[in-house]
Every structure is written in structure tokens, then in C-alpha cells.
């Protein structure tokens, strides 16, 4: 049955998403002229979204929602549409906003931001506060605040104090040939992040061609083909089938007094005193901004990457 006019729309959206069916009403128009919408969220289902519309209709978000439930309702949509990791990240900042969270979004202030932020180091406070910003916009949106109190947010000052931050320590030469590990040693030559070698399936090694197959990584970037050195071949038949983060941390901190992303920083830096093209390591290690076309790093030209870890 046809809507009547203001009670909103659902739609689909195009390509492969988790929660691709929409559900928004109509807001009225910008200085411009443009229509603007509240978006009432993002469903699996086109039954999930026509309920939430109808819901919405019946009764619209209220205006003396507290934080907390605004952390619960993006949470419970939003949220679930960004990568494992970064939900972990405003997971945890989350539980730095709970002495706010039973306050009315409305009666926050400046101060009570600040508040929350200032004794925060840098990158915590990053993350804070890019938590603060989701959450004041899911509550415009969705009509629970005005639009003008979006801006509190921008007020908001980190500290530039990075905290405790870990001290990244390369492996010495000599550390470096007493490795006899074979997961340490394809962490050393590969300059892989451990999270992507314990992700490694069986069929995203290709030891005949001397490449493997990064498909889970942390960025964009970092989904890329990796050059399989001549020295570390061998190392391969002898991966543990299962491994621990856990354990990984124990063997390099235990046997070799290192950590795990020290191996990468140690590719990086031994890279760096080869000479080798900055351009070419950024493509191994899956930094973003490489600058070299995409179509040279292929399994099928492997070559100036393999002459590159070959080096080492």
C-alpha cells in the first residue's frame, strides 16, 4: 500500500552490503533548495526497514533521548556496518562517554565534552571524539537534537600528548640470524603484520610462484600480493596449521625479546638501508600511496618485487 506523503520511503541501495535497505522520511529543504532526510537506518532486510519506518511514524525519536540510548540505537545500526576493527575501536572509546551517558543529548555542553577528553592522550582522545561526532550526527538525523548543536563537537581539543606510546625496536643483524622460527623469520622477510600471516589460508601461498596472498587486512591497502623470498621458501612447510596472536607474542617477546610488529618495522628499516625504492616497500608492506601502477605487483610480474626481498 502507497504511503501518504511524509510518512517516508524505504529503498535499496546498490552493490554487495550487509544492511542495504533504507528507511528515511522527508525534513523539508536546505538554503539551497536541496530536500533533506532524517534517515531512520540502515536494514537487512526490506521487512526490518519497513518496520523501523512505521515505528518511526508512529512514534517519532524522542527529543529527551540520553546519550546511552543514542549509543544504543547507532550501535545497533550503524555501528554494524564498519569493519571488525574499527568497532572495537568505539567499542572501547564508548566506556570512556559512560559518565555522560545518562545525560539528555540535548542539556550537553561544551564542558562536558572537554571534560571527558582533556585527560585523554592523543590518540584515545582521537577516538572519543570521532565517537562523539557519530553519535551527535545519528542524533540530527534523527530529530532528537538541532542540527546547530553538531558543531559542540568541533570544539572539542585533543591532547597532543601521545601517551605511552611502544617504542618499535628493530631487529639487530646478529638478533636476526639467531631467529631460527620459522613464523618469526616470514615476518621478518615479508614485512607482513601478524594479524594477516595468522589470516593466511593454505590456498593464498604459492611457493612455486614465490608469492602469497593477502585478501584480510587491516586497511584497503593492505589487501596485496607479497613477494616470497628465495632465504624463507623452506620456512613455509614448517607454519604451525594453528596459531595464536597469544602464542605469536610469547615466542618473539620470549625467545628473541622483541614484538610482534617489530618484525615489520624491521623489513621496513632494512628495506629503507638497501636503497631499495620507497614506492616498491610501501607496495610489499601494504602502505597506502605507493604510487606504482597496480598492474606491475601481480603474480605475473613479480620480478621487481621478488629482486627487492631478495636482497635481504
Same mark, same amino acid.
Given at each position: 500500500m502507497r504511503r501518504a506523503n511524509g510518512e517516508g520511503t524505504v529503498f535499496k541501495m546498490k552493490g554487495n552490503r550487509r544492511r542495504p535497505y533504507v528507511a528515511r522520511t522527508t525534513a523539508g529543504k536546505n538554503e539551497k533548495g536541496f530536500q533533506t532526510y532524517n534517515w531512520i537506518g540502515y536494514f537487512a532486510?526490506?521487512?526490518?526497514?519497513?518496520?523501523?519506518?512505521?515505528?518511526?511514524n508512529r512514534k517519532p525519536y524522542d527529543t529527551r533521548a540520553t546519550?546511552?540510548?543514542?549509543?544504543?540505537?547507532?550501535a545497533a545500526s550503524d /555501528? =554494524?556496518? %564498519?569493519?571488525?576493527?574499527s568497532q572495537k575501536i568505539y567499542k572501547s572509546a564508548w566506556k570512556h562517554l559512560l559518565p555522560l551517558a545518562p545525560m539528555k543529548m540535548a542539556d550537553l555542553r561544551l564542558n562536558d565534552l572537554q571534560g571527558i577528553v582533556s585527560p585523554l592522550n592523543k590518540s584515545v582522545g582521537n577516538s572519543v571524539k570521532v565517537l562523539m561526532s557519530h553519535l551527535f550526527g545519528y542524533?540530527?538525523?534523527?530529530?532528537?537534537?538541532?542540527a546547530d548543536r553538531f558543531q559542540l563537537v568541533q570544539f572539542v581539543k585533543v591532547s597532543q600528548d601521545r601517551g605511552n606510546v611502544v617504542e618499535r625496536r628493530v631487529f639487530t643483524p646478529e638478533e636476526i640470524a639467531r631467529v631460527t622460527d620459522p613464523v618469526v623469520l616470514v615476518l621478518l622477510y615479508t614485512g607482513l603484520r601478524a594479524?594477516? /600471516? =595468522?589470516? %593466511?589460508?593454505?590456498d593464498d601461498i604459492h611457493l612455486a610462484e614465490r608469492w602469497l596472498y593477502v585478501r584480510q587486512s587491516k586497511t584497503a591497502a593492505g589487501v596485496r600480493v607479497v613477494p616470497i623470498?628465495?632465504?624463507?621458501?623452506?620456512?613455509?612447510d614448517a607454519l604451525p596449521v594453528r596459531m595464536t596472536y597469544q602464542k605469536l607474542?610469547?615466542?618473539?617477546?620470549?625467545?628473541y625479546g622483541h614484538r610482534p610488529h617489530d618484525t615489520r618495522h624491521t623489513f621496513i628499516s632494512r628495506m629503507a638501508d638497501l636503497g631499495v625504492d620507497e614506492r616498491i616497500t610501501k607496495a610489499i608492506v601494504g602502505h597506502a600511496g605507493s604510487g606504482v601502477t597496480e598492474t606491475v605487483y601481480t603474480h605475473?610480474?613479480?620480478?621487481?618485487?621478488l629482486d627487492a626481498v631478495n636482497r635481504l
Open positions: 532486510t526490506k521487512k526490518e526497514a519497513v518496520a523501523a519506518l512505521e515505528a518511526y546519550l546511552q540510548e543514542i549509543f544504543d540505537q547507532w /555501528l =554494524l556496518d %564498519l569493519r571488525e576493527g542524533a540530527v538525523r534523527h530529530e532528537v537534537i538541532t594479524s594477516e /600471516l =595468522l589470516s %593466511l589460508e593454505a623470498a628465495e632465504k624463507i621458501v623452506p620456512c613455509f607474542n610469547y615466542i618473539i617477546g620470549h625467545l605475473l610480474d613479480l620480478r621487481p618485487l
